[in-house]
């Protein structure tokens, strides 16, 4: 029951491991017609893509997705999606030969090694295997698909901090986002950035970050009264994902020290639904969307992968010492950007399905 | 697809609203043979209940548990979980009579009131209806069952921060916890959010907390590598509490300004599996328990319900303005402190049976 | 993972015992704004109500069912659901007090009540707990609320067969089916079953039972290619009633013994949509419906519960004799009639909302 | 929302259609450790592969299936299963180039194409797509890796009747199945059926069957009360196979035409549980496996592919005739065999993990 599929209405389920020869997604409940090609999705996959600056591992994948299913040529000469299962493939290309025999015996401190020894009694020590951030490919393809079912919605992400250093709204270009290696909206701060993850880069490293990313054009309703709650599937969709370990909702914990007053949402009439005059509660009252732009911040933790020996015990629970070797992401966070659009576009066809399901509209 | 369902393996389904002749809980899936009565589930109801302090709101409910099946008298006299749904009532007593029209007719800023039409077209007005708080007495019902499937695990939660005012964890002492009206293991903490929650009361205003919960003994592999990790379980079930906007695992949003090295939990060997020196990660590495404590927090907004008036619209889209009348919460998040627990409880009692399905153990 | 819960999108949670104080079911993800009330319901549960004739069990329970949860009198008087869990509930009142020794210390011959200690080592042996046919009350009432989704949709069933003595469909009369107490369209057989029922009655035997339903006004496009296959939920839930032995959509077993020739759906040209000349299919083409009526047959075996003794084994694994006390239905498929047509109900109304949430239709 | 997931701990997901590039499907919640290469796949395939003789299909399909995740070799040299997706690949290779011209623009009466089109309002018309016999491959696979999970259990299939011609079970010899090319336990039928199915192929007519399956060794307990019965669960597994249209338990129907008495399984005391004197529940006991054999019998129809021309419409609704031209099985049941066989083991193993989740057992 390790349950690798997500959704309820829009389904998607991931296979593979970092060192297998491929891995993958299998996409259930898509609407039809949609019109759906291989080239709608490479673009997220290669904005996620390593090996693209210093600042990502130096891994080498070309992340190719092959559509095998669930797609058809209709009479106006379009692919489009048929309804049924879609399964997507992404070849492992640069395994690396490497010598796996420190990480086999004995387990690198914050990495998942020891906890999958406990689980199962066994793992596939090749690059973390199942645990390795190469899993979130699988679900930057699927969120291209999920993007498909929810043209209404745009979607942006960017990093908002690095190792405590944070961006300064007022610098805030939405358009500086792609001119820099950090997905970075502040190009003073990226300018900061690009030494200090150097920094951590060359002394072996590495650093946190924090991801936020804003939803425009969700429409008032989407989400449900409780378990099923747009906050709270969006908490799970981001916390699922490696390194995550901590998830806001609009102001969040800021929230938490501010009075009613302070944090309030005050409505005016609008043309088109209410408007809003403040956006503290992040699109989201009672687990439903109102119609404001749903927000979200996401913390990565900084990557276990680091050069510094560590203390730590073997399988056999004989004290040792294991530092990571080889290529490795200083700043996994970066790298989390297109993963978390992926998840927001993921739930947010799920939601507008199950919304649709209830309600007929 | 309103999905009132929470978990997998040990699920319970909740319903009610605040003002409707009762709430309550179906628990599926629990195993046979446990010892349950009411007085193993009351005491829990008794933490979360209403009107025990002037903290808290003054709605008067006994919030009395009954258990409508699923238990059974065996031969040796202890009534036991036999295996079958386990329903769970608690009838409303105190829906005080009151003049709804204000709220029937114009949506309350922060509520869920906006959304609920906007999603139902229609609402049951009278307390909130389903988004009430309320509904959380079923959860804590439903939690107090969970307890019995995980005797291995104790749970404590507590606030550690009201309106910004944080407790100092060098004053932290749990038997403190049960002392004063704000679950608090700081007394000097305890002792100024007194005047504290006092002004905010006063003077019809309302304040933020942060709940934190920890749970010792659970035993290593419990989790899934994937979207059924422990963690982006725990975070579905803490955002899915009313007024919760952030939830952290660990340090959360510490780590995302850490390095790799600060981070770090290395490992010595220990007679009873690994002896961790640190515990960022909160017990969890890879969405799988680590057998350290499992650590969560948890951001409450303050209520919305104020007594200051706040500009908003009425159904019909004109400009209102509304204020909250009669009894409320100065402070929702202290009454969170048993509904963190439930959820942790429920959470973990899922996992433990999800894991024997999987492996045995 | 006792998976007491039935659905998809529309799904309903059943609870209670034979010999509790109440049994229920807990409706969820039913679209807002149907009109509901107890009094939509009770027909129902009148017509599979106990004790309404000499051929059916004399245990004398009202089965008045209450709505605690999930409706709202809206500003026109009229009470309609509100899109939140709708909870029923139904107290048992003729829980004959009774000595259950025997059935107690051991194990009555085809009934559940081996293979529950098997499972969960403890049961609740009064009047069969969880097992008892009294469960379906719910059912029936969770299925009156599925007929409100799906207004299109006309449910018919049947008994078309009691102790192997089928009707003839030459004598079919709808009329007929409220005239005679086994839901017998044919009046003939109505006639004979009369002396067959009251010769198993008075002798303590028992009979089984065939049951037709026909679904017509549901379109073409309910369903789904695969799992979720509308004939395959259907064959779920239609085997899932106590007592069921197997099932068939259209021609069923007969189609086996077919060619392909006979066995074809020939289709001609309507005004609305195709017209089939023939419907051996039983309006399911590759698990989606195709416009012409769903058709099933359900066979119910004779129950357990007769007066012969037979020979078991006690819990202890000694040899003894069993035989069944009390009031018993001597023919348990006449009241599967409402069951019957309250599980089509119920499948149809999650396959239209599963239907609208992939398609928008 | 088209479900293509079968099963709750134990689930498998199915995808691909006829001509695509490829079929797979994805297990998720398999035990670790578990020994698991191609090697123990494939054979199960090659029973069901069609061009073996002239009795199926002429199409020329390797069926080699591949292991692209979830299993990793262990120090000891054998590859085993670590707990993660497992995912398998089929290539489709003998995909003909044809003429679809005739199926692109008129529905085929019988089968999935009008049913697809009003549901989807599209479909791959291409060798019927996703509602192609092709799709129970995956189910093949994935029951191969079932099997490794429910080491205690033994299933045998076969064909009991084709074209309304039954076996004599006084002739049942199980070496026998292996030995002619209809999986019939009955040599003189084996005989009669070689005439009875060459002359529907020649004609280009069909035939249908029923497939009997057993699982010996099943322990009494696997089940639950309820919607997750055993024998509901088989009956959806069973139903949602392509082309079936009944299933029975036990006597099935026939027990709907039997009485109490004749019905009765009798227990007697053995040294290894009960020892039960009669088998008519077919080893299920309210939803429960009595630890008896578990039986089903399934009733296939004979495939609407025919050569003779049948009366049907095009897509715009205008009258036509439409026969089938090309490869296909005149007998549809014959290759049902190893899937129902899949099927049965794919229901067991998901039941055997959700009993040890509740029970610990």
């Not at 390593?50 to 095998?68: H, N, W, Y």
């Not at 947010?348 to 199950?354: R, V």
Request: charged share 20%; aromatic share 8%.
């Amino acid at each position: 029951m390790s349950f690798n599929t997500f959704g309820h209405a829009f389904r998607f389920t991931t296979w593979g491991e970092s060192h297998g020869p491929a891995i993958g997604a299998v996409v259930d409940g898509c609407p039809p017609g949609l019109p759906l090609s291989e080239a709608d999705i490479q673009p997220f996959l290669d904005a996620r893509r390593p090996g693209q600056s210093r600042f990502t591992t130096q891994r080498q994948e070309p992340d190719a997705v092959k559509i095998l299913s669930g797609v058809f040529e209709g009479q106006d000469g379009i692919q489009r999606t048929t309804g049924t299962p879609i399964s997507l493939m992404i070849e492992n290309v640069d395994q690396r030969s490497k010598d796996y025999g420190d990480v086999a015996k004995a387990y690198r401190p914050g990495h998942a090694d020891y906890a999958y020894d406990a689980k199962y009694g066994f793992r596939d020590y090749r690059g973390g295997g199942r645990s390795s951030a190469r899993e979130t490919a699988s679900r930057v393809a699927a969120g291209a698909v999920a993007r498909a079912v929810i043209p209404e919605v745009q979607i942006l992400a960017w990093v908002s901090a690095i190792g405590g250093d944070a961006i300064d709204m007022a610098n805030f270009d939405a358009a500086e986002i792609g001119r820099n290696p950090f997905f970075c909206p502040d190009a003073q701060a990226a300018a900061r950035w690009e030494a200090l993850v150097d920094q951590a880069r060359k002394s072996g490293s590495s650093l946190g970050a924090v991801v936020e990313c804003v939803a425009t054009g969700v429409p008032a309703g989407w989400g449900a009264p409780l378990y099923a709650k747009l906050d709270a599937e969006l908490a799970h969709a981001m916390m699922g994902i490696n390194a995550v370990k901590g998830v806001e909702i609009g102001d969040g914990f800021a929230a938490a020290a501010n009075t009613g007053e302070g944090n309030a949402d005050p409505m005016r009439p609008g043309n088109d639904g209410p408007l809003f005059t403040a956006n503290h509660a992040g699109g989201i009252a009672g687990g439903i969307s109102t119609g404001q732009p749903v927000t979200v911040r996401v913390a990565f933790k900084p990557t276990s992968s680091i050069l510094t020996p560590m203390p730590t015990i073997t399988r056999e629970g004989e004290a040792t010492e294991l530092f990571t070797k080889g290529r490795h992401d200083p700043c996994v966070g970066i790298r989390g950007v297109p993963v978390v659009e992926a998840m927001m576009a993921l739930v947010l066809a799920d939601q507008k399905l199950l919304h649709r399901a209830q309600t007929g509209r």
